[in-house]
């Protein structure tokens, strides 16, 4: 039988819904069945959180992954004992949890990098609690980049049958053409490329998104497509990959999602993320490109509305879970 990979999951903001959802795909589902979980976390908030779900289970702290029993029924929690219990509260986050989080991700990347652990599957954390701890990162995906020195790195969706990596992330729609050059988009479609690797697709059909409607109409509604976007493409069809032409965004999932093409390079955040959330809300799963070992999220916040109700759906952490064994199972096949 091969050999089950060990997922370190990183437990999140500790006042949100990370350790509730943790719980329930633990002990809900058969994840034991397909990899070693280890929580990279506060053992006593697992505990709390145990109790809140209402599941038979145990909490068990361990200090080193190699002490990993994986007994079902016990979740086992590499215990950074960082939380402060009474003035812990769901749902009200303060700068003690983001500093928490930042630990857990540290932790985790740690692990990976001296392949400790195969994979890392994050729970949420809150971008805005973070940097108020002092971490000053947009989010996960910088801070893994700087633990494992990563230059260039990318965000992947996956989710409804779709595959997408975006070209700009987080920022404002008025700055989006601006960064869409002929570096970035290569880039980007060099991580497509590299991504269909990881389930073992090594000559994948890339598609390019047009970053204007009707990819710019022969530039009567842009001119990037001719200027950057197709440049781009132009360079990266000679390094042997095969990627459409600029494509209308309209209609090109639609394409992708009937199975035309395997993986959609999408220019800014809302064009690639809508389609895929209308698709696969709450179980899509967002995949890091880039670093030096797997890292899955789920694709959603912390929750603090509903964080400490008991009501949080673990879908999406079960799913980023999966993925992760699949593109472990896929690099050392």
């Known amino acids: 039988m091969a050999k089950k990979p060990v997922i370190g999951i990183t437990m999140g903001d ?13 002990l809900g589902y058969d994840i034991y069945k397909i990899c070693h979980p280890a929580v990279i976390g506060d053992a006593a908030v697992m505990k709390n959180a145990l ?8 909490i068990k702290k361990i200090k080193d992954i190699s002490d990993l029993s994986q007994d079902k029924g016990k979740i086992e929690v590499l215990d950074l004992n960082n939380v402060n219990m009474t003035s812990l509260k769901p749902g009200v986050p303060n700068k003690t949890c983001g500093t928490a989080a930042a630990e857990y991700i540290k932790k985790a990347g740690g692990l990976a990098l001296s392949k400790k652990i195969d994979a890392i599957t994050t729970a949420p954390i809150n971008k805005e609690i973070v940097n108020a701890a002092g971490f000053q990162y947009p989010g996960h995906t910088e801070m893994f980049a700087e633990i494992s020195g990563t230059k260039d790195f990318g965000l992947m969706m996956v989710g409804g049958g779709l595959r ?3 070209v700009t992330t987080h920022m404002a729609l008025k700055e989006v053409p601006r960064h869409i050059k002929r570096s970035s988009v290569l880039r ?32 009567l509604f ?13 360079d990266a069809r000679g390094e042997g990959m095969n990627v459409s032409d600029p494509l209308p965004a309209d209609t090109l999932f639609y394409k992708a999602k009937e199975g035309y093409y395997d993986i959609l390079v999408a220019m800014y955040h809302d064009q690639g993320l809508i389609p ?11 995949v890091t ?11 959603h916040g912390t929750a603090y509305d509903i964080a400490g109700k008991n009501c949080a759906d673990p879908r999406s952490l079960i799913e980023a879970l999966k993925l992760a064994v699949e593109m472990v199972g896929c690099t050392h096949a």
Not at 14 to 26: D, F, N, R, W
Not at 188 to 200: E, P, S, V
Not at 222 to 232: F, Q, R, S, T, V
């Open 289 to 299: 490109i880039g670093l030096p070992f797997i890292r899955t999220s789920v694709d």
């Open 222 to 234: 842009g001119k990037e497509e001719w200027d950057e976007i197709m440049p781009a493409i132009l």
């Open 51 to 58: 109790k809140l779900c209402n599941l038979s289970g145990e």
């Open 164 to 166: 997408v990596i975006l």
């Open 188 to 219: 980007t479609i060099r991580l497509a490329h590299k991504a269909m690797g990881y389930f073992d697709n090594h000559a994948p059909r890339v598609a390019v998104a047009a970053l204007n409607p009707h990819a710019g109409e022969g530039k």
């Open 276 to 286: 895929i959330k209308l698709l696969a809300f709450g179980n899509a799963v967002n």
């Open 14 to 26: 500790p006042s949100g819904i990370g350790p509730e959802i943790i719980i329930k795909a633990l």
